[in-house]
């Protein structure tokens, strides 16, 4: 059924409305000049009507990424028609919006705002994914009686998000498309919101994955951006921005893949410009870093363990978003590693054990004591079996990648005023066949979250996820979901596992085995800094 919504600023949209939530699909809220141009906010429409009734283009990327992702998440969901792919018009935004008791929607309700922004590893992802309908928050936020408004944008990806070199830089394309894009949207909601009664005081922004890493390196920027952060799965310390050698690395690897070696520099710009876009997908190697890199502009400083451990005052400089920023939700699936698996880690199975072992005794070849000290802890030597290895190491990866990055945000979080830190674990595990039925994998969170897999879920599985959405509206709300990260004590929310006594719990003791995390990481983190550890484990993935 349709709906229309005079926007005092937009004009007339035209969206459509389901079981009490209005939805206003593929609003556009940039422009670009072309493919490769950072983004030009929209602050008019030229149409007195706007048609919100579908979903807008997608950015240019693999066609199977959502099937893709319902493989990592073991289940899979009824899909719309999908979009096409744009390179030009995939800047849009999909908005959900509580209707009032009378069926309309309170232009004036001035309702808190949540923003997804997908993970994908920056190469795949869409705002019309089914397990990211925010249809069903919005409407458990309104029985709640503590309504929110949910919003998914698209931003651009691969090449055309994060392909970068001196020679595009000097013909006026910055780079880092992506993440401007993403600020592009932040800066568009603030300005329209009030439109479709949200408050443009009282934005969440929440990020899964690569998401995740884009909502908390959002925190770099001068300008307030959001009230609320949320990160599940990922951090500013996933990884390392890129540096401006590894850019001309991967530029130079892309020249390659398109056939462009030779031609001058004006030459393979426009050829970069025309080129179908779907060819930037099928011919460009997945294995090409195409990935945030260091701009001196939105990607001020390169994230660490040591930065955030360090005086307050210092982290703020790069990370300004710890003073505008009131608060932050961050949390990990216990299995969370599980998803290098799919990236790599499962080609490489055979033999893996003995790769391990040289690889840590290589990083660490000035300190062989803490070498030993690893392996140990994560019971792999030469002769491990494979399939044991691999587990060992993909828990390595969940510890040093996740869990580590996540308490040490957390820590970090400046606790005066209102701003606090909720740190969260989830322990619930996949219910569904595959690869990894029974573990906390990546992706099982946003998967409860956004309540979209319910009827493919037990009683006690559906009270987990409902709690756990529970808590997130609350704090979108501006509330307290749980006691926050208080000095020197890493209280946590833990969801799941759901047979346990008890399913859902706070632990407030602040040790790791109390929210079924590994003691041994904090152990080997004190001992020798979690960069080292996570540099060892980076080397292990690079291949080295």
């Known amino acids: 059924m349709e709906i229309l919504l005079a926007h005092r600023d937009i004009g007339t949209i035209k969206g459509i409305k389901s079981a009490g939530v209005a939805h206003f699909l593929g609003v556009k809220y940039a422009a670009l000049a072309d493919r490769l141009a950072p983004p030009t906010l929209v602050t008019s429409y030229a149409a007195d009507s706007i048609d919100a009734t579908a979903y807008g283009p997608s950015a240019v990327s693999p066609p199977i990424g959502c099937d893709m992702e319902f493989g990592i998440i073991q289940h899979t969901l009824p899909k719309p028609q ?64 503590r309504p929110i408004i949910g919003i998914n944008i698209n931003y651009r990806l691969g090449a055309l998000g994060f392909l970068t070199s001196e020679e595009l830089r000097q013909a006026g394309y910055p780079g880092n498309n992506g993440l401007r894009d993403q600020r592009t949207a932040l800066q568009w909601i603030k300005k329209f919101i009030g439109g479709y ?52 690395f991967a530029y130079n690897s892309v020249l390659q893949a398109l056939g462009l070696v030779g031609k001058s520099a004006k030459s393979r710009i426009q050829a970069l410009l025309e080129i179908p876009a779907d060819e930037l997908w099928q011919k460009i190697p997945p294995t090409i870093p195409l990935m945030p890199f260091m701009d001196g502009d939105i990607v001020t400083a390169e994230p660490t363990f040591e930065m955030f451990n360090g005086p307050l005052d210092r982290t703020e400089l790069a990370f300004p978003g710890l003073k505008w920023c009131e608060s932050i939700m961050v949390g990990d699936c ?61 828990q390595f990866a969940s510890d040093i990648t996740f869990y580590a990055p996540a308490i040490t945000i957390a820590a970090t979080w400046p606790r005066s005023g209102h701003s606090k830190a909720y740190l969260f674990h989830f322990n619930e595990p996949n219910p569904w066949d595959g690869l990894y039925k029974g573990k906390a994998s990546h992706l099982l969170d946003v998967a409860y979250l956004f309540q979209n897999y319910t009827e493919h879920l037990t009683d006690a599985q559906k009270a987990v996820g409902r709690a756990f959405s529970s808590d997130f509206i609350e704090f979108v709300n501006g509330g307290a979901p749980w006691q926050p990260v208080s000095a020197g004590r890493m209280c946590a929310r833990v969801y799941g596992p759901s047979d346990a006594k008890e399913a859902v719990k706070f632990a407030g003791s602040g040790d790791a085995a109390e929210s079924g995390r590994n003691r041994k990481i904090l152990e080997l983190g004190g001992a020798l800094g979690f960069d080292a550890l996570g540099e060892v484990y980076t080397n292990f993935f690079q291949g080295r």
């Open 334 to 394: 216990q299995f969370d590693g599980n998803i290098f698996g799919y990236i790599g880690l499962h080609d490489r199975k055979t033999g893996i054990a003995a790769h391990f072992v040289r690889s840590v005794e290589a990083t660490l070849t000035s300190n062989p004591t803490a070498a030993s000290a690893i392996l140990e802890a994560y019971q792999i030597s030469s002769d491990t079996s494979d399939d044991d290895a691999l587990h060992s190491i993909l």
């Open 197 to 248: 009664g949200g408050s443009p005081d009282e934005v969440t922004v929440v990020g899964q994955s690569a998401g995740a890493l884009s909502a908390t390196m959002l925190l770099q920027s001068k300008e307030p951006l959001m009230k609320r952060s949320a990160a599940f799965g990922g951090t500013a310390l996933l990884f390392k921005p890129l540096p401006l050698p590894a850019t001309e």
């Open 82 to 145: 999908p979009p096409p792919s744009s390179a030009i018009d995939c800047l849009n935004l999909n908005i959900a919006v509580p209707l009032d008791s009378s069926g309309g929607i309170d232009t004036a309700g001035k309702l808190p705002v949540f923003v997804f922004i997908h993970g994908g590893g920056f190469a795949t992802g869409s705002n019309w994914w089914p397990q990211y309908d925010a249809a069903e928050l919005v409407r458990q936020s309104k029985a709640m009686g």
